[in-house]
T-cell receptor, first 116, second 114 residues
Framework: KAGVTQTPRYLIKTRGQQVTLSCSPI?????VSWYQQTPGQGLQFLFE???????NKGNFPGRFSGRQFSNSRSEMNVSTLELGDSALYLC???????????????FGPGTRLTVL | AQSVTQPDIHITVSEGASLELRCNYS??????LFWYVQSPGQGLQLLLK??????LVQGIKGFEAEFKRSQSSFNLRKPSVHWSDAAEYFC????????????FGTGTRLQVFP
């Protein structure tokens, strides 16, 4: 079974631009989460989507947004980029049972975003 | 609020030596606990997880972890480290009910000397 894929793997943008990152989950997985990883802040949760609905959201400004499509693929968008948005953005997918119990997340290789 | 502490930022061991990486969590109910490993420039790979049952959990690559509720710990161990184990290791706890969100520790960077 193919793992979580993320595109693009590397991206260079300038301040003020916007960017869209894509994530394809493991086949059959219904939940997709996004995390930002930086040397200073570590791994921080951005948001989680389940069945095309945002189920959980982290403490990031409104410039960060996401969505999930009916095939569970997800995109995240960052508008008006700032230098501090430079980071590794990781996507994770999980099957996510209806019991509500935490399910195991499997991570993609990440997208390295550099903002100049 | 849930939190995870990894007290050791950087650990150096010799190849063949035993390893223990520490993880302490703060969580009100029975936690869902995970260990992930990250090689430079890569994503996170799941090593093992604890949901319930046997408190000693076996994972991939010869790693194991022991859940100790009384100490709020979930330490990762390996009896004999290989040079390829050099990486960053993250402990994480499932945030709460009806979400798969993870709360991560700050990570421990493992360096292995030949």
């Amino acid at each position: 079974k193919a793992g979580v894929t993320q595109t693009p793997r590397y991206l260079i943008k300038t301040r003020g631009q916007q960017v869209t990152l894509s994530c394809s989950p493991i086949s059959g997985h219904r939940s997709v989460s996004w995390y930002q990883q930086t040397p200073g802040q570590g791994l921080q949760f951005l948001f989680e989507y389940f069945s095309e609905t945002q189920r959980n959201k982290g403490n990031f400004p409104g410039r960060f947004s996401g969505r999930q499509f009916s095939n569970s693929r997800s995109e995240m968008n960052v508008s008006t980029l700032e230098l501090g948005d430079s980071a590794l953005y990781l996507c994770a997918s999980s099957f996510s049972s209806f019991s509500g119990d935490t399910d195991t997340q499997y991570f993609g290789p990440g997208t390295r975003l550099t903002v100049l | 609020a849930q939190s995870v502490t990894q007290p050791d930022i950087h650990i150096t061991v010799s190849e063949g030596a035993s390893l223990e990486l520490r993880c302490n969590y703060s969580y009100g109910a029975t936690p869902y606990l995970f260990w992930y490993v990250q090689s430079p420039g890569q994503g996170l790979q799941l090593l093992l997880k604890y949901f319930s049952g046997d408190t000693l959990v076996q994972g991939i690559k010869g790693f194991e972890a022991e859940f100790k509720r009384s100490q709020s710990s979930f330490n990762l161990r390996k009896p004999s480290v290989h040079w390829s184990d050099a990486a960053e290791y993250f402990c994480a706890v499932g945030a709460s009910y009806n979400t798969d969100k993870l709360i991560f520790g700050t990570g421990t960077r493992l360096q292995v000397f030949p």
